[in-house]
């Protein structure tokens, strides 16, 4: 209802009657940066990084996720493009240091740095009636900026369009509003935002990814343009392609009402 979801309807009909904002503290990002970054984390997760950068400079994004050799996804992620070399991992804030541990294990001879953005940063989301139109004047004239003039990179949410927008910020930016601080925005609970995104069958995070248990098919990855499959190799790809070329997924995480 209109209470602390602000304007967020969560029932099997989900549905926003008005433009609203959170900032997403049980996410945190995790900063890839080197010339070998597309390339290193190509071989290592279920999307293509090489459309990463094949659009525009930066400010693109894409989900995906790590898995292990059998296939079972580890940890999911928002990948967007800081910049040609340069990547933010938005991850679940309690998993950041084991992905960065599983990271760094791959990174051999590769030249790439990998640490966490720490008090850098900060993850901010945005959905409502009118927030593509906000979007396609905030990018019309370049990203747009935090009140101290930092670059905010904005992208529609990689997974699904209905979930709106997706920020990473300077952090503190959301103390003022974020780049949605204007006038007609209303600022509400990660939690509402996270209502919206189960009620649509979006799952993310190890309370609803168990790290090591489902098959990106099985937790609908691909549906959510989270796997490519005319990729080269990565980590859990042989089963991942096998049972999507054979066409069997024998369950399917789904949102129900109880």
């Given at each position: 209802?209109?209470?602390?979801?602000?304007?967020?309807?969560?029932?099997?009909?989900?549905?926003?009657?008005?433009?609203?904002?959170?900032?997403?503290?049980?996410?945190?990002?995790?900063?890839?940066?080197?010339?070998?970054?597309?390339?290193?984390?190509?071989?290592?997760?279920?999307?293509?990084?090489?459309?990463?950068?094949?659009?525009?400079?930066?400010?693109?994004?894409?989900?995906?996720?790590?898995?292990?050799?059998?296939?079972?996804?580890?940890?999911?992620?928002?990948?967007?493009?800081?910049?040609?070399?340069?990547?933010?991992?938005?991850?679940?804030?309690?998993?950041?240091?084991?992905?960065?541990?599983?990271?760094?294990?791959?990174?051999?001879?590769?030249?790439?740095d990998i640490r966490p953005a720490g008090g850098?940063?900060?993850?901010?989301?945005?959905v409502g009636p009118g927030v593509g139109q906000?979007?396609?004047?905030?990018?019309?004239?370049?990203?747009?900026?935090?009140?101290?003039?930092?670059?905010?990179?904005?992208?529609?949410?990689?997974?699904?369009?209905?979930?709106?927008?997706?920020?990473?910020?300077?952090?503190?930016?959301?103390?003022?509003?974020?780049?949605?601080?204007?006038?007609?925005?209303?600022?509400?609970?990660?939690?509402?935002?996270?209502?919206?995104?189960?009620?649509?069958?979006?799952?993310?995070?190890?309370?609803?990814?168990?790290?090591?248990?489902?098959?990106?098919?099985?937790?609908?990855?691909?549906?959510?343009?989270?796997?490519?499959?005319?990729?080269?190799?990565?980590?859990?790809?042989?089963?991942?392609?096998?049972?999507?070329?054979?066409?069997?997924?024998?369950?399917?995480?789904?949102?129900?009402?109880?």
């Amino acid at each position: 209802g209109e209470g602390e979801g602000g304007g967020i309807h969560t029932s099997s009909e989900a549905k926003v009657t008005r433009d609203v904002w959170a900032r997403l503290s049980s996410r945190s990002v995790l900063v890839v940066e080197g010339p070998d970054t597309v390339k290193f984390l190509q071989g290592l997760t279920t999307n293509d990084f090489t459309k990463l950068t094949a659009e525009r400079p930066s400010g693109r994004s894409m989900a995906g996720a790590f898995l292990n050799n059998q296939g079972r996804i580890l940890h999911d992620f928002i990948a967007t493009l800081a910049a040609p070399d340069k990547v933010y991992l938005d991850v679940c804030a309690s998993k950041s240091d084991d992905i960065q541990k599983l990271l760094k294990r791959f990174k051999l001879r590769a030249k790439v740095d990998i640490r966490p953005a720490g008090g850098e940063l900060e993850v901010l989301a945005a959905v409502g009636p009118g927030v593509g139109q906000w979007y396609i004047n905030a990018t019309s004239t370049g990203s747009p900026a935090s009140p101290e003039g930092d670059k905010i990179l904005v992208a529609e949410d990689a997974r699904l369009i209905d979930l709106g927008l997706r920020a990473v910020a300077p952090a503190g930016c959301s103390a003022a509003g974020g780049p949605w601080a204007g006038e007609g925005w209303h600022e509400v609970p990660e939690g509402a935002l996270d209502a919206l995104r189960v009620c649509m069958g979006v799952a993310q995070g190890p309370a609803e990814l168990p790290s090591g248990s489902g098959m990106p098919l099985e937790c609908n990855l691909e549906m959510f343009s989270g796997v490519a499959f005319n990729k080269g190799c990565y980590v859990g790809q042989e089963l991942t392609a096998r049972t999507h070329f054979r066409g069997h997924v024998r369950k399917r995480l789904m949102p129900f009402v109880l």
